[in-house]
């Protein structure tokens, strides 16, 4: 029964580390489709896209990022996380001077603020494609909701100079020339770089406008004994005067999730960590029960051998000290072959669960965060890009005086 009770255990344990990892996609499960985005090559890294999160606020981010460059113009699934994130109130906290603003998604994921940002960017760069100029004007509002109006300006709270000039782009197409002026004067704020004055200044719009995404985001760096990566972005700046690099996003996704760690740990998506220690702690406890059994057993049997056998000779009329001895000696040996037995197997349990944490550790290592996005974010008054590897898309609404060029890079 005592080891019918270990194995069901064991059963356990098996079944709570699939169920942990079944689900959320693993870093290792990208490799194709980033290895295929970086080349250039769109259809494969579509083909190769994990099949996990189905539906999710990642992967329909990551995803439409994807489809987007590659020309197509459906984006209900962003715009149904767009309406999910609506439906839910979002909470704004203040943590060592600084805010923070967050809200799990419906599949449990916390976005980042660049990721809500994002979304709402990329939304209206469809409606944009689609035409429907309007709708693209409400999405960019949203997303300029998000760095200006949500919390006081006083208050420390997050903004980005390459949001800031994609977010003037997009107001140039839509011909709304004093709204990017807006968050060019912005990005000059949070930068000082002098290039963007003379946009700053000009008193009529450009006739054209490039901006430019290059790369494909951070390295994920994996240390030993952490449970969550360090970003590392070694990519080449861009020879445009106007350009800044977007991993400043990606650290400060690390530091909110750091800064509000209690509600992070508390998401469906670290809910699976947990499943983890659990199943390790539960077969730790078979492996101490089991060897404790039989340790005891080799008390009692060890004791059960001198007892009865002293027992039996003085039934029998009595011995020398020589069977007296033997008979102790027998009684020892039972005691140190079973208690050693017992160390064995607390020696097993445990390297075996720590094998079972080290494994369910490597299909873990995953931090989820969006991928795909560019490492750098340019801005130029030129449209002539020659001989580049890129998808591009020019975009102008009806009232625009600006024609306005997208251009991701490779």
Avoid at 55 to 69: A, D, M, N, Q, R
Avoid at 205 to 227: A, H, I, R, Y
Avoid at 306 to 315: K, M, R
Avoid at 363 to 368: A, E, I, N, Q, S
Wanted: hydrophobic share 40%; net charge neutral; with cysteine.
């Amino acid at each position: 029964m005592k080891y019918f009770s270990v194995f069901i255990l064991i059963g356990m344990l098996w079944f709570l580390s699939a169920c942990s990892t079944r689900q959320i996609i693993r870093d290792s499960e990208y490799k194709y489709s980033e290895a295929a985005f970086k080349s250039g090559d769109l259809p494969q890294a579509l083909k190769h896209f994990p099949e996990k999160e189905q539906g999710g606020f990642v992967t329909s981010i990551e995803k439409s990022w994807l489809s987007f460059w590659e020309g197509e113009k459906n984006h209900d699934a962003l715009m149904k996380q767009t309406k999910t994130l609506d439906e839910r109130q979002f909470t704004s906290v203040l943590r060592e001077t600084k805010y923070f603003f967050y809200n799990e998604t419906e599949d449990g994921y916390i976005p980042a603020e660049h990721e809500v940002i994002i979304m709402h960017l990329l939304n209206a760069m469809f409606f944009m494609r689609n035409e429907d100029w309007e709708k693209a004007r409400v999405e960019t509002r949203r997303a300029t909701f998000f760095l200006q109006n949500y919390v006081k300006e006083d208050q420390s709270h997050f903004d980005d100079p390459a949001l800031r000039i994609w977010l003037a782009g997009i107001w140039a197409a839509l011909g709304e020339w004093q709204d990017a002026q807006v968050d060019l004067r912005k990005a000059y704020e949070l930068s000082k770089n002098k290039n963007l004055i003379p946009l700053i200044e000009m008193p009529q719009p450009p006739q054209d406008l490039s901006v430019v995404f290059d790369g494909s985001g951070p390295q994920v760096v994996w240390k030993e004994g952490t449970l969550a990566p360090e970003f590392r972005d070694e990519s080449t700046a861009p020879t445009m005067s106007i350009h800044f690099a977007t991993l400043p996003w990606f650290l400060r996704h690390e530091e909110r999730n750091s800064q509000i760690r209690n509600v992070v740990m508390k998401s469906n998506y670290m809910a699976q960590y947990y499943g983890l220690n659990t199943a390790v702690g539960a077969e730790k406890s078979v492996g101490f029960v089991a060897s404790n059994s039989l340790r005891v057993a080799g008390v009692v049997v060890g004791a059960a051998i001198v007892g009865g056998g002293l027992y039996l000779l003085a039934q029998s009329g009595g011995a020398g000290p020589n069977e007296a001895t033997g008979i102790v000696g027998a009684g020892l040996l039972a005691f140190n072959e079973l208690n050693d037995y017992g160390s064995k197997v607390a020696r097993s349990f445990e390297k075996s669960s720590a094998e079972s944490k080290q494994a369910g550790l490597e299909k873990l290592r995953t931090y989820r965060f969006v991928r795909f996005l560019p490492s750098w974010i340019s801005l130029t008054a030129s449209s002539e890009f020659v001989g580049l590897t890129a998808k591009s898309l020019s975009l102008q609404a009806p009232n625009s005086r600006t024609r306005v060029l997208f251009l991701q890079r490779f």
